[in-house]
């Protein structure tokens, strides 16, 4: 009787702990725009660069830059070196910073299923409007919840609106939203440059809704309670999803 291997290609589940290490771990050394930014011009230099280097570039105190450097070396997204380079002179090598071959925050394994996020979005096209978005709202505010749980215990009187609301964004991002978190005159927002759903909130809109949920949820969990507004949707054709934020 013949034994039927597994699939090579299979994918084992992402379990919520496996989720929310990795949420933490992103959140800790990309949490920052300007560590993001370091990252990505610390990619294009294959010599490495010091710590006076990214503090010239980047107009910082040079303790300031070698903090950045060391959340991303303790991410694993970059290495360290002492070796001289030729004609540097005599005297104490400097730690040099290089980017590693694996260390990109977009290998972390989002995944999503194109059938049933399908399939959701065919079930609610046949609910009234106003139904479908309520419904697809409070999906969206119960895994948000849920997500919240999974990224540790939070004191909500110690943690400000602010903060909750980039700490949603790098849990976002973690899940395929590529999203960070901004203000814009007073309006604080959350800006999602791409969308997991793909084609399916194209054909659906309604499914929109679960982001704004997923915002809802995750907030009411680590801050309080929040009134999440859609203003513009890749859906509806936008170049980017926005959600506006104000708290209760």
């Not at 990214?54 to 991303?72: E, G, I, P, Y």
């Not at 969206?140 to 997500?147: A, D, N, P, S």
Request: glycine share 8%.
């Amino acid at each position: 009787m013949a034994v039927e291997s597994p699939t090579p290609d299979a994918v084992a589940p992402l379990s919520a702990t496996d989720f929310a290490s990795a949420v933490t771990a992103i959140t800790s050394a990309f949490g920052d725009p300007t560590r993001r930014d370091i990252f990505l011009w610390l990619r294009e230099r294959d010599t490495g660069v010091t710590a006076a280097d990214v503090a010239a570039q980047f107009d910082l105190h040079s303790n300031v830059a070698r903090h950045h450097l060391d959340k991303l070396t303790g991410g694993g997204y970059v290495e360290v070196s002492t070796a001289r380079l030729p004609g540097g002179g005599a005297g104490r090598p400097s730690k040099r910073y290089t980017a590693t071959a694996s260390g990109t925050p977009i290998e972390f394994p989002v995944r999503h299923d194109d059938l049933l996020v399908s399939l959701l979005g065919r079930a609610l096209a046949l609910l009234p409007a106003d139904q479908a978005s309520a419904m697809a709202e409070e999906v969206g505010i119960e895994y948000g919840r849920t997500l919240a749980s999974t990224m540790g215990p939070s004191d909500q009187a110690q943690r400000s609106f602010r903060s909750s609301l980039h700490a949603v964004a790098d849990a976002l991002s973690a899940h395929g939203f590529a999203a960070h978190a901004e203000k814009q005159g007073e309006e604080l927002r959350i800006v999602a440059q791409h969308c997991p759903f793909g084609d399916t909130a194209i054909e659906h809109p309604v499914i929109c809704a679960v982001d704004r949920g997923l915002v809802k949820g995750m907030l009411s969990s680590l801050y309080g309670e929040t009134r999440p507004a859609t203003e513009t949707t890749v859906a509806l054709g936008s170049e980017t999803c926005v959600t506006v934020v104000t708290s209760s």
